[in-house]
């Protein structure tokens, strides 16, 4: 049976939740993001498409483009927008598109539980796109989704 273990999140503040949930960084382009996020330094599309604050051109896949994710998303929680839960948590969440409507929960799992399928993915990603999220670059913040892959922790987080 595999094993579903609670963590310790980190959060927006109550009255900057609006301003700070976006898109999946997966289903806008940068210029796209770019504009949802025009004005608003709290959205979290500076974290998962940190180019939008680079100059326009740069190579979403170059260093700096992690670089610039892990610097907003450590600002984001220096400046005291995002806070961390004092105690471990499961998370239940819910999407809507249209007239279908899925839940999830959000917990720790086992990476080889999860790459060997007795974890059910939430959906089949592309090979390319999973090795650009967080495992080519230790620099980078976990996957900003709810249904992200296994990650390595954040460089911002402490264990408890």
């Known amino acids: 049976m595999s094993q579903l273990k609670p963590f310790r999140a980190y ?3 109550p009255e900057l939740a609006a301003q700070v949930a976006a898109v999946p ?3 806008v382009n940068t210029q796209e993001a770019a504009e949802l996020a025009k004005g608003n330094p709290f959205s979290f599309l500076h974290v998962g498409r940190p ?7 740069t190579d979403i896949h170059a260093d700096a483009v992690y670089a610039k994710g892990v610097s907003n998303l450590r600002a984001l929680i220096g400046n005291g927008s995002l806070f961390r839960e004092n105690t471990p948590c499961l998370y239940v969440y819910q999407q809507r598109m249209g007239d279908h409507v899925q839940a999830g929960l959000v917990g720790l799992c086992s990476v080889q539980e999860y790459e060997t399928g007795q974890i059910k993915r939430h959906e089949f990603t592309r090979k ?3 090795d650009d999220r967080p495992a080519t670059s230790p620099t980078r913040p976990p996957t900003p989704s709810p249904s992200s892959s296994p990650t390595r922790p954040c460089p911002t987080s402490t264990t408890s």
Do not use: T
């Open 25 to 27: 960084y997966d289903v």
């Open 51 to 57: 180019e939008i604050d680079l100059p326009a051109g």
């Open 128 to 130: 390319d796109k999973e």
């Open 11 to 13: 959060r927006p503040r």
